[in-house]
C-alpha cells in the first residue's frame, strides 16, 4: 500500500487519501506557482497504524464513548478521555519497513531539518485545518526523530482542545482524515500572511519562521494594497522584537527541537520587513494562483534570501493557504485618510491633530456659547468649537465627532472623546470660521483631518469600515488597569483583560453635574448635601460593578476658569487647603461607599507639591475615619517633579503607593504646554530622555520602599517601547484607556517573554 504522496505528482484520483487542500496545494506547485516542494503522509497511513494497534477497539470505544456521554463543559473528563486515547495512540508501535520508507522520502528533500504541517478533513473532504488551532511541528534529519515527531502530529488528533472540536462539529475523533505535509524547513529570514478581498490585500510580516506570527508573540508589519494594482496605500510598521530561527543542530542524535527564540537586533525590530520591491514580488505571485484557484483568501508564505550571487531579492514561497477570511480586511482607522486623499479632487478642508481615533460623517454645528445649553442635539452632529472644557462634557457625549481649534491628546475633552469612541481632531486652526452649520463632512479622527462628505468617501468609510479585534491572553505579571470616568464605559470595560481601574477621574465623572454650577455654588450649603449623594451614586455604580477589583479615585483636580495658568494654579491637593469642602464632601462619599461594605475603593490625591499638603489631607481622612481603614489605601499622583526627592518622606507620612502621571510630568520638566503640538513634534515629549529617567528614578524608588508604582498617562500607549522599559524597571501596573488595553496587554507579554528569554540566556 502507498502512503507517500509528493505534492509534484498527486492526481485527482489520489485527492481522498491527501484531502482538499493538500490536493489544491499539489495542483498549484504542478502549475509552477512559488509552493515549497514536499510530500504527503495519507490518511491512509493514520488509518492503517490504528488498525493495527491492540488496543484499537478500545480506542474506538473511548472515542465513541466521548463523542456522547462527555459534556463538554467538563474539561477533567476532556482530559481523561485525550490522556488514554493518546497513551493508547502513543504506545504503537511504528512498522520499520513504513519508518524506512518514509525517511528514504524526506532524505530526498535535501535537508538537516523537516517541518510536519497537519491537515485536517472530515469524511465528506470538508476541511477542518483552522488556522492556529493546531501548530506545525520541526525536527531533524534522523529516521527516529522523524517517527516520533508524525506520532507527535497524531497525537494532536486527541488531544482535549481536539475532541471539544470534534464534538461541537459533530464527529469522533477516529474519522478524522489526518494528512501530514512534510516539507524542508528552510532558513526563512521573513514569513507572514496574505489576505485577499475584491478590492484590498492585507500583507503581515515578521522576522524568521512564521511562529511568532501565528502565535501572536509579536506585533507584525501591516501592508495595504489595492487589490487591482497592487499600489501600497498604506502600511504600519509593527513591533517585531522577538521570533523564532532554525538552530544548528547534528544529525546523530534524534532531534524535536529544531527551532530557536531570538530577539531581532535593534536594525531590524524597528524597521519594516518588506520593501517595496518585495511587496511588489509578492504581489505578482498572486494573480496566478487566483487564476488557478480563484476561491483562495488566505495564504502563508515565508522568504530567503537569493542565492544567486549579487541579487538582492527575496524568494517568495507560499507553505499553506484558505479559502476563508478569519476578519474583513479593513485599512486600519489612522491609514483612512492617505487613501482618501490619494484622489486629487479631495482635498482636506481642516487638519488638526488626531485627539480620538475613528471615522463618522454628519452635518457640523459650531458652537460659539456654552452658557445655554440646549436639551438635545441632532444625532449626526459634528460639533466644532474653539476649545473645550469640563463644562462641555454634557454635550461631547451626545455628538457624532467633535473638531477644536485649540487643545492637544491630552486635554479633557480628549480623553472623553476617546472614552466614549467619539471621534476628534483637536487643534484645527480656524474650524469654526471654515466650517458652516449644517455643512456635511467626513471627520477621520485617526489622521486629524476633515473632509467635505463626498460618494468616494461615503463608500470608503462604509466598505473599510474598522474590524473588531480579538487577541487571546496569555498570563501577565504586570497589572494592567483602564482609565475610565463616565458610567457607559463601564460594561465595555469590563470585558477587558484589566485587573481594575487605574484611574478614576472625578472632575471627568462629574462632568455633568459639575458643569451645571460654579465651585462656589456647591461649596454651599443648599447644595453640599446633593453633590455627596450625586458622588455616592456615581462611585457605588463603578466600585460594585467592578468588585472585588480595585479602584483608585483621583479627587478633584479641578482648575476654576480664570487661571491664567491652569498647569500651575491653585489646583490639586494645594487647592484643598485654601477652601477644603468639596474634598470634604469627597471623603464623606468615600466613606459611605466604605461603610457599605465594599473595599475595593482607594484614593488618589492630585498634583501633590509638598509634604506638607499630604499631611493637611491626612488629617481630613483621619478625622473623619478612613486613614486608618485596613482596606483603604491613599495614594498621590506623581506628576510634581519634587515628588523624585520628597517620595521617602512621602511614605513616612502616610502614602501607600504612586501613580505616575506622565502627562503633567512632562510640561514640568521640560518647560511646555501639551496643548501647543509643537513641542512635542519637536520633541519634548514624554519619549525625552529626562522624562523617562524621571519614570525610573520613581519606579526604583518606590520598589526600594515597598509601595506599589503605577503609571496612568499616554506616554505607554503613545510610545510603546516605553512598555519594555517599564517592565524591565518592574513597574507595577500599567493603565490605560479603554481602546489601548488590548494592544498594551499584547505588549506587556511580549515585554515579559523577553526579559525570561534574556535571563535564561545569560544564565
Known amino acids: 500500500m502507498n502512503y507517500i504522496y509528493w505534492l509534484s505528482q498527486i492526481q485527482h484520483s489520489e485527492q481522498s487519501l491527501v484531502g482538499n487542500q493538500l490536493y489544491i496545494l499539489s495542483q498549484l506547485l504542478q502549475h509552477e506557482s512559488a509552493i515549497l516542494p514536499g510530500f504527503v503522509l495519507g490518511n491512509n497511513l493514520l488509518s492503517q497504524f490504528l488498525t493495527n494497534l491492540d488496543d484499537f477497539q478500545s480506542l474506538v470505544k473511548e472515542l465513541s464513548d466521548s463523542s456522547i456521554a462527555v459534556d463538554v463543559n467538563d474539561s477533567l473528563s476532556l482530559q481523561s478521555v485525550a490522556s488514554r486515547s493518546r497513551h493508547i495512540v502513543d504506545r504503537g508501535i511504528f512498522p520499520q519497513p513504513i519508518e ?145 530561527r532554525l538552530k544548528e543542530i547534528g544529525l546523530k542524535m534524534p532531534s524535536l527541537s529544531c527551532l530557536e527564540e531570538y530577539i531581532p537586533g535593534e536594525d531590524r525590530s524597528k524597521v519594516y520587513v518588506l520593501e517595496q520591491d518585495a511587496i ?180 470608503s468609510l462604509s466598505n473599510l469600515s474598522a474590524a473588531n479585534s480579538s487577541s487571546r491572553h496569555q498570563l501577565i505579571a504586570t497589572k494592567l488597569m483602564v482609565n475610565i470616568s463616565q458610567l457607559q464605559s463601564i460594561p465595555l470595560s469590563l470585558n477587558l483583560p484589566v485587573d481594575g481601574v487605574g484611574l478614576l477621574r472625578s472632575e471627568l465623572m462629574l462632568g455633568h453635574i459639575l458643569a451645571g454650577k460654579s465651585a462656589e455654588q456647591w461649596q454651599s450649603k443648599s447644595f453640599q448635601t446633593e453633590f455627596t449623594h450625586i458622588l455616592t451614586t456615581s462611585l457605588r455604580e463603578f466600585v460594585k460593578a467592578f468588585a472585588p477589583r480595585p479602584i483608585y479615585y483621583r479627587s478633584l483636580d479641578w482648575t476654576t476658569q480664570n487661571n491664567i495658568n491652569s498647569v500651575v494654579g491653585n489646583r490639586g491637593s494645594y487647592s484643598y487647603g485654601l477652601d477644603s469642602t468639596l474634598f470634604s464632601l469627597e471623603l464623606k462619599a468615600l466613606l459611605a461607599i466604605a461603610k457599605e461594605g465594599y473595599s475595593n475603593l482607594h484614593l488618589v490625591l492630585p498634583f501633590v507639591r509638598s509634604v506638607e499638603e499630604f499631611q493637611f489631607c491626612y488629617r481630613q481622612l483621619e478625622n473623619i475615619g478612613l486613614a486608618h481603614r ?43 504646554d501639551r496643548e501647543q503640538a509643537h513641542f512635542s513634534h519637536n520633541g519634548l515629549n514624554a519619549n525625552h530622555s529626562v522624562v523617562q529617567k524621571a519614570i525610573a528614578q520613581l519606579i526604583a524608588i518606590a520598589k526600594e520602599n515597598n509601595i506599589d508604582c503605577s503609571i496612568c498617562g499616554q506616554a505607554p500607549v503613545e510610545y510603546p517601547d516605553l512598555i519594555d522599559r517599564l517592565v524591565g524597571w518592574g513597574i507595577n501596573t500599567i493603565s490605560v484607556e479603554p481602546e489601548a488595553v488590548n494592544r498594551t496587554y499584547r505588549a506587556i507579554a511580549r515585554a515579559e517573554r523577553r526579559i525570561l528569554l534574556n535571563s535564561v540566556k545569560s544564565s
Open 630 to 672: 485596613e482596606s483603604f489605601q491613599i495614594w498621590i499622583m506623581a506628576e510634581v517633579p519634587s515628588v523624585m526627592w520628597l517620595l521617602p518622606e512621602y511614605i513616612k507620612a502616610g502614602v501607600r503607593g504612586i501613580a505616575i502621571g506622565t502627562n503633567d510630568l512632562t510640561q514640568l520638566l521640560l518647560g511646555v
Open 100 to 244: 524506512q520508507e518514509i525517511f528514504e522520502a524526506a532524505q530526498q528533500l535535501n535537508s538537516n531539518s523537516f517541518i510536519l504541517q497537519p491537515f485536517f478533513s472530515s469524511p465528506s473532504g470538508q476541511d477542518l485545518s483552522s488556522r492556529g488551532f493546531w501548530r506545525s511541528h520541526f525536527c531533524n534529519a534522523h529516521p527516529q526523530a522523524l517517527t516520533r515527531t508524525i506520532k507527535k502530529v497524531w497525537l494532536e488528533l486527541f488531544s482535549a482542545k481536539s475532541l471539544l472540536y470534534w464534538k461541537k462539529l459533530g464527529l469522533s475523533g477516529e474519522t478524522i482524515n489526518l494528512g501530514i505535509l512534510v516539507r524542508p524547513a528552510i532558513d526563512a529570514l521573513a514569513s507572514g500572511t496574505v489576505e485577499i478581498s475584491p478590492d484590498l490585500i492585507r500583507i503581515k510580516a515578521v522576522w524568521g519562521q512564521e511562529r511568532s506570527l501565528l502565535q501572536g508573540d509579536v506585533d507584525s508589519d501591516e501592508y495595504y494594497l489595492d487589490g487591482h494594482t497592487g499600489h501600497i496605500l498604506s502600511r504600519k510598521l509593527g513591533h517585531k522584537n522577538y521570533g523564532y
Open 280 to 459: 511588489a514580488n509578492l504581489f505578482q505571485s498572486i494573480p496566478g494562483i487566483l487564476a488557478k484557484q480563484p476561491q483562495i483568501k488566505y495564504l502563508q508564505w515565508i522568504a530567503t534570501n537569493s542565492k544567486v550571487p549579487g541579487d538582492s531579492r527575496l524568494n517568495f514561497f507560499f507553505t499553506q493557504f484558505s479559502d476563508r477570511l478569519l476578519t474583513s480586511i479593513n485599512l486600519p482607522p489612522q491609514q483612512i485618510t492617505p487613501l482618501l486623499a490619494s484622489s486629487p479632487a479631495i482635498k482636506p478642508l481642516l487638519t488638526g491633530i488626531s485627539a480620538a481615533p475613528g471615522r463618522v460623517t454628519g452635518r457640523v454645528v459650531i458652537v460659539e456659547d456654552f452658557s445655554t445649553q440646549p436639551e438635545s442635539i441632532p444625532e449626526d452632529t459634528i460639533l466644532a468649537i474653539s476649545e473645550i472644557s469640563l463644562h462641555h462634557i454634557p454635550w461631547i457625549d451626545k455628538a457624532k465627532g467633535i473638531i477644536t481649534e485649540i487643545g492637544g491628546k491630552n486635554s479633557h475633552g480628549a480623553i472623553i472623546a476617546r472614552e466614549l469612541n467619539i471621534p476628534a481632531v483637536v487643534g484645527a486652526v480656524d474650524a469654526t470660521k471654515i466650517l458652516s452649520n449644517g455643512l456635511e463632512i467626513c471627520l477621520s479622527g485617526d489622521e486629524g483631518k476633515v473632509y467635505p462628505k463626498t460618494e468616494l468617501q461615503h463608500r
